[in-house]
Each structure stands twice: as C-alpha cells, then as structure tokens.
RNA sequence: GCCGGUGUGGCGGAAUUGGCAGACGCACAUGACUCAAAAUCAUGCGGGUAACACCGUGCCGGUUCGAGUCCGGCCACCGGCACCA
C-alpha cells in the first residue's frame, strides 16, 4: 500500500535536493537556444508576500520549466526593488535604518518565495539598494545628462502634502497621491527631469514591433497622446504681436469667432498696462492658480472665463477682428497655452461660447443632411464637408486639413506640428532611501557630473530621515557630505541633495540578471547579445504607463548609446489577473478578507496553492479566492498521487488511451503558452478521471502526466517519479511529445457526412 | 464624455476557423463504507416533462442548413484616461 502523500515532507525534501544540485541554475552556454522569462521583481514591503504574487510567478515559472525540458537555456531570475517609501516610513516610526528593514524584508520575501518551490536561479538575485547594483544606475544618470536628456528645471511640480515629495505626472491619480491618497498641490521647486518626450515617437512606432497585449500598446499610446495638427499665428490688433496657437482642425479656422489663452500665458504680464479690466483678470488668475488639481478635475464641467479688455485679435485667413479671453480649460502646458476657439465645432468651445454668449460660424455641413449647431457642436469629421470657408467649400474634412495646412506654411502663417500630451519625467525625490544623484553644483561651473571612477556615490548615513516640510530632502541636513569641492574647477560645490524615484532601479534591472556579478560594467556585451530582449514579460496592468513606459524609454536610449543590442527591452508583454477576496472585493486588512500565502502552504501544501491559483480562472481576469476551490486542488493532487495504486508495468500507453494522451500532451503544451492554464489542468483532470474510470494507468501513461503536471506542481511530481523508479529527475527530463495524427480520433462523424467537408455537408445529410 | 474589456447553470469557468452549449472544478442531492460523522468511492445535477417534445449563452433584429461565436442597433457592469485644443 502506497504512503498518505504528506506535502510537508515532501516539498521540504525536494527544495533541499533542488538547493543542494543547483538545479535551476542557469548554464553560460551560450550555444545553446536561449528563453529569457521575466517577472516584474517585487517590492519587499513589510507585509511580507500577498496571495497575489504567486499568480505570474507561477505562470512564468510553469513556463520556465517547460522550456528547460524542451532543451532551453532559461534565464528566470529573481531580486528586489527596495528602494520606496514604505520602507523610509517604517524606519522613521520605528527608528530602525532603512537598510535594516530592507534586509528583514527581503529575507522574509524570500523564505515565502522558495517555500513555493520557484525555480529561479537565486545566483542571480538582485537588490536596487546594493550600492554595487546602483552604480549603475547612477552610471545610466550620467550617460543621460551627458546626452543632455537630464536637466534640471524650475517648474510647478505635483507635491504630496502627506510623502512630502514631488510625484511624477503618472503617480497623481485623480488628482491625489497614488501611493497614499493625500491630496496633490502644485508647488514651484527645482527638479532633475529626463526628456522622455525626445523618445516620444519611437516609444509608439517600435510597439509595432513587439508583442505586447492590445490593451497595454492601446494605453502606452493614449497616455503619450499624440496628435497632428497645425500651428497659426493670429496678430494682436495694434501691436507687432503674434499670438501663437495649437489646432488639430486648421480646416476650421474660417469657423474661429474668439481666442483663448491660459491665465498663465505670459503675453497677460506683458500687456497689464493696456488691458482694461486688470483687476478682475488677476482675480481669475488668483483664483485659478488656487484651485488643486483635485478641485480642477472636480470642477471640470463647469467653464469659467473672463475677456482681456482692450485687446482683440486678428484671423489671419481673413481678417476679422475677434476677442481674445482668459480661461482655465486653456492649459499653459500644452500646445502654446492658446487656441482659436471654434465653438460651432468643438465641444468645449460650444459650451463656453453658449455661458457667454459669444457667435458660433459654422464652416462644416454634414454630408448626409443638415446639422444643428445651436443643439450641440458638429465634431464628425467623417461625415463633414466644408462650407462658408472660401477656398475649402466642398472639401472633405481630412482634405480641407492639409489644403490649409499648405495654405499655412505657403503664406507663413503657420505650419504643421505635432504635439505629445506625454510630459518630461519628474525625476528627482525629496526623501532619503533612494540612489543619490551623481551631480554636484558649483556657483562656477553649474551642474557638473561626478566622474565614472567615483562610482557608486554612496548614501551617506543621516541622523534622521524625516522629510521636512520646506520640501529639502534629508541629505542637505548632511553639511558634511553636501560640502564637496567640483569635478571640473576644484572649487567650493555642493552635492545634490534630492535622490531617485523608485522607478529608477527598475528601468534597467531585467539587463542585470543577464551579468549580475559584473564589475566592469553593468552587465557583458555577449551576456546582454546573447540574453535580449526578454521573451517573456509578465507584469501588472498597473505599470503599464509607468514601470514598462520608463523602461522602454532607458532602454532605448541605451541602445543609441551602443550600450545594448536590440531596440525594445521586452519582445512579449501579458498581464495577469487580480487575485480578490472570498467576496469577490480587493483584498485588504480593514475588509478582513486577506488571504495569507504561508497559511496555505502550510494546510496544503505548495503544489496545491500554485495549482489552485492557476486553475482559479482566465488568468488575464481577476478572480475571487475560494478554500473550496484550493481544496478541490488539493484533492486532485491526492487523485494523482494514488494513481500509484492503480498502475501497471507497462512503459507504453495502452491502445484505448493512446489518443487522449496525445491530445492531453498537445493541449498542456500549447495551453502552457498561451495563458490558458486553467485549461492545462482541467485537461490533466480529465485525464485522470478516465484512468481511474479504467481502474488502471500504464507507468508510461503515469510518467507523461508526472512530467506534464511537473511545471504546475514540482514537489509532488518529483516525489511521484522517484517512487515509480522514474530515471533521474523530472526537472531534467525531456519534455514529452505528441502525434498530431495520433490526436485525431476516428469518428463516425466521418462515415455520416460520407468524408465530405463541413461546406458540402448539407444539412439533411446530417440528419441522415 | 472618450478608449478598452466583460455579460454563458446555484458558483468559478469551458467551447480551434460558425458545427452535439455547459468541459474541468466547487457547491448540492442520493447511494456505498461507518455505530455515527469526516474522509473516500459511485451516481445525478440549466429550465421543463412521468418520459419525450420544447425552451435556454444580457436585450432587439439580421445573415446562415446551422450563431455563445459573424453583422446592425441597444442595455448593464468592470477597468483606464479625462478641458490635451
């Protein structure tokens, strides 16, 4: 009689024996075919791991295994992005140093991590706060400002009132803080900003050529906006003063009735003598620069806006005289803070026009019939043709846009422009665990580089890590560390104070794993030649427009420096799934319905949580948790362990299962691949079910379902194979093969439709 | 408002190119084993009927011998962006 499976001792066995063979470790044989699968690496907070990570990790590593088996070099590594605030919060209330709390956290991270039975190569393992690991980053700092992409800049940044810390555009949410909900105000400082804007175009044309799931490329192409269109000069009246605009419909310009600008737009300073109404347009600015961009996205709907007196401009495509007013649905950080208002048209136009008042010219009829402007602005511009704009009427839409835009640049009006809504990268953090920024300045020489050879800049130990309220990271408290002397002229200089976002380890890690013990740089040319780019990248939907943007954008200006092989990071990009509460909500402590990881490892066992969690649905989808569902699991892991009771000497599959085993091989492969891993096991379920209907399983038909279940469940299956005298290892075995002649069943569907195809089938024949 | 996604039993979810809807699992019911329970095993399990018939994939219509799948028009929910000219 076969023991009781116990997955207590079993796991435990087989991660010694994994640990102690150096299983998974990734061989430097670079002749062999290579599968790169990459995982984002986690933040190691203090809760330790969530029932969530598991899900791609699992996924990845079921694919990792397979590849192995298949005969693939497989590079699935591991490390940590520990740099964060949590971290810097926890160490500040419990007056701990954060490269403390790191440490713990990273060794309890990693305990869960290999008690699920992960074949990562841990050789590898990375940490963002090793300084031997953020030389490098600070390394890539200094290629960027050398390349002129890292400047510093004087500009409203969005500020957490709570983190004390400037955010990027893409941390603010809503209007508040990302992280912890605190509202987000505008405050002037001197920031660090990397001109992610110069990589704008090849950051959407390249998506063209990887394979990234459509939701992410359509995001990543929304979030930088991109738009073409025109730029037009109209001509303050009086004056010898152009005022410059941003359009995408410059086939709309004979319909422009008023101008607007941004309560920000310089030209208002300039002419604050001449304008009549002065008082009540600075109260409008007043009132507009108070207003947080919470309260301004709040307040969306609702337009507001006040006319610059005494001033009128002129269209330059015919010469009418229009007035020219303030308004904060005009922003100063897009386009040229100013537009031809053309309300018959646009949407927000036509509602400003109609709370003022102000005339509405029509200049596009639709095509199938009249239009009413006076109901709602006409904006199809598929439907349109133009009327009442002179040399365009009776054009098309799309064909009045470049007539006009000829027109534009012929007479020197204008000229045709692009325009990203996507913004430079706010790089600089006011806050103490981060990478230190390898610049220093001097009242002489300006920003100057530290030199490569004084690499890494460590951070220096600091008495407290509070952020102070005057918004200066903690470092400048550090007198001694800020005084240097300059790189360039000997002088007196001082160190920049402000550190890297979290973001900034993690846009070049995945070329690390490649060399991670590299010294001379931060990782081999035949390493990053053989390894790039990654061929599988799993990751949360969540860094779509931040971790994987930034990353690509790194990445592809290290390309231009020569530094890496291939144009994109990633060749393959999927999402999973979140992992909700038994009712069907988030997970979080104050609804009580967290599930810890450890808890059921311990009562079932690893294999059954990493079997569970790939059974638990379509793994793009979230999922809620159920115990029912993990014990469903469990109990199918127990049907294949007591298989062993039922098996017979056979190495071969016997004649009325030789079909099935072949489809079940083909669609485990393939479902493996594509992310159908609730199928995969549902498949091998089905499989076991007709054994034991059979009461009998060949020991060849056993071995091909312990090496396809293997990648799912590792302990177990290498438990199984040793028991049934299996050769070696089920880890280094071979992968096993289908006849995809031998899937094809023999039907009397065939005999009923006479061999005919389904079109020449008809329906009476079916019948017969 | 714009973009993307999803609607199938009591529940999670399956259904290559249109071809037996509900695979697989959970829950439930009945039976076997047990003094009993749990566990395990067996059987059943969309609605409807004594059994058929018949009705069933969010709603309305269309194409087709045949529609969960394709086309047109709606509805609901989820996610993202949100005054980007």
Redesign the pocket.
């Known amino acids: 009689m076969a023991e009781m499976y116990n997955h207590h001792t079993v796991e435990k066995k087989w991660q010694k024996i994994w640990e102690e063979e150096k299983a998974f470790k990734v061989s430097e044989d670079y002749s062999k075919p290579k599968f790169y699968a990459l995982v984002e690496f986690p933040y190691p907070s203090g809760q330790g791991l969530h029932v969530g990570h598991p899900r791609p990790y699992t996924a990845l590593d079921i694919v990792s295994r397979k590849r192995r088996m298949q005969g693939y070099n497989v590079l699935f590594p591991m490390g940590w992005d520990a740099f964060g605030l949590p971290t810097e919060n926890y160490a500040i209330k419990n007056h701990i140093h954060p490269k403390i709390v790191t440490k713990n956290n990273v060794a309890r991270f990693k305990g869960q991590l290999q008690s699920l039975g992960y074949s990562f190569d841990w050789d590898r393992e990375i940490n963002t706060t090793d300084p031997d690991y953020y030389k490098w980053t600070q390394w890539i700092f200094l290629k960027l400002f050398n390349a002129g992409l890292a400047y510093k800049k004087e500009m409203p940044i969005n500020w957490c009132t709570s983190c004390k810390v400037g955010l990027a555009?893409?941390e603010v949410?809503?209007g508040v803080c990302e992280r912890c909900g605190a509202p987000v105000v505008r405050k002037v400082k001197s920031e660090w900003m990397l001109k992610i804007t110069e990589y704008a175009d090849k950051l959407i044309k390249d998506l063209d050529d990887v394979d990234y799931i459509?939701?992410v490329k359509?995001?990543q192409k929304?979030?930088i906006?991109r738009?073409e269109?025109a730029e037009v000069d109209f001509i303050l009246k009086d004056k010898d003063e152009k005022l410059r605009?941003?359009?995408?419909?410059p086939d709309t310009l004979f319909g422009a009735t008023y101008m607007v600008i941004?309560p920000e737009h310089p030209l208002i300073d300039k002419y604050k003598d001449e304008i009549t109404n002065w008082e009540e347009i600075q109260k409008y600015r007043e009132m507009a620069a108070r207003k947080s961009d919470f309260e301004?996205?709040e307040?969306?709907?609702?337009?507001?806006g006040v006319v610059l007196g005494g001033m009128s401009a002129i269209n330059p495509v015919n010469g009418k005289e229009i007035p020219v007013w303030i308004?904060?649905?005009?922003?100063?950080?897009?386009?040229?803070?100013?537009?031809?208002a053309?309300p018959a048209h646009?949407?927000?136009?036509w509602?400003f026009a109609k709370k003022f008042d102000l005339p509405m010219i029509q200049v596009v009829e639709g095509k199938e019939g009249p239009v009413d402007i006076n109901e709602a602005a006409f904006t199809d511009v598929a439907t349109g043709k133009m009327i009442n704009s002179e040399f365009l009427d009776g054009l098309e839409v799309t064909e009045a846009k470049e007539k006009m835009k000829d027109f534009l640049e012929e007479k020197g009006i204008g000229n045709r422009k692009v325009?990203?809504?996507l913004r430079d990268w706010v790089f600089s953090r006011q806050r103490y665990w981060g990478e230190p920024i390898p610049i220093v300045h001097c009242e002489k020489c300006g920003y100057v580089p530290l030199d490569e050879s004084e690499l890494p800049l460590l951070l220096p130990e600091v008495d407290s890590y509070m952020p102070t309220d005057n918004g200066e990271s903690p470092l400048a408290a550090m007198t001694d560390w800020v005084n240097t002397t300059c790189p360039c002229c000997g002088g007196p200089a001082k160190r920049e104070t402000d550190t890297m976002p979290q973001w900034a380890g993690s846009s070049w890690y995945f070329l690390r794993y490649t060399d991670p013990h590299n010294t001379e740089a931060l990782a081999s040319k035949e390493a990053l030649k053989y390894w790039l780019p990654v061929d599988w990248y799993n990751g949360g939907?969540?860094h779509?427009?931040l971790h994987l943007l930034y990353s690509r954008f790194w990445h592809k200006f290290l390309y231009d420096q020569g530094i890496v092989p291939t144009k994109e990071p990633y060749q393959r990009r999927t999402s999973h799934g979140m992992i909700l509460g038994e009712n069907g909500e988030k997970m979080s402590k104050s609804r009580g319905n967290v599930v810890n990881p450890d808890d059921i490892v311990q009562a079932y066992g690893a294999d059954t949580l990493r079997t569970y969690e790939m059974?638990?649905?379509?793994f793009d989808?979230?999922?809620?948790w159920?115990e029912?569902?993990v014990?469903?699991?469990r109990?199918?892991l127990?049907?294949v362990w007591?298989l062993q009771t039922i098996m017979t000497d056979e190495e071969g599959y016997s004649a009325d299962m030789e079909t099935k085993m072949h489809q079940t091989i083909k669609k485990v492969s393939?479902d493996f691949e594509s992310l159908?891993y609730?199928?995969a096991?549902?498949?091998m379920?089905?499989l076991i079910?007709d054994f034991?209907?059979k009461n009998a399983v060949t020991k060849g038909e056993y071995k091909t379902l312990i090496t396809l279940l293997n990648p799912v469940a590792p302990h177990i299956t290498e438990e199984l194979w040793q028991i049934i005298g299996g050769e070696g290892r089920v880890y280094e075995t071979t992968w096993p093969e289908y006849d995809e002649a031998k899937?094809v069943e023999s039907?009397v569907?065939i005999a009923r439709c006479s061999g005919q195809r389904?079109?020449t089938?008809?329906?009476e024949d079916?019948q017969g």
């Open positions: 555009n893409e949410v809503n459509e939701k359509v995001s929304n979030w906006g738009s269109g605009v941003y359009t995408t419909r941004s301004r996205t307040l969306a709907k609702d337009k507001t308004s904060d649905y005009v922003l100063m950080s897009y386009g040229t803070g100013a537009i031809m053309v646009d949407t927000r136009d509602e325009n990203y809504k939907m969540e779509t427009t059974f638990i649905g379509a989808l979230s999922a809620s159920s029912d569902g014990k469903g699991c109990r199918f127990e049907r007591k393939q159908k609730n199928t096991i549902a498949a379920m089905a079910n034991y209907k899937t039907t569907e389904k079109d089938c008809n329906f079916r």
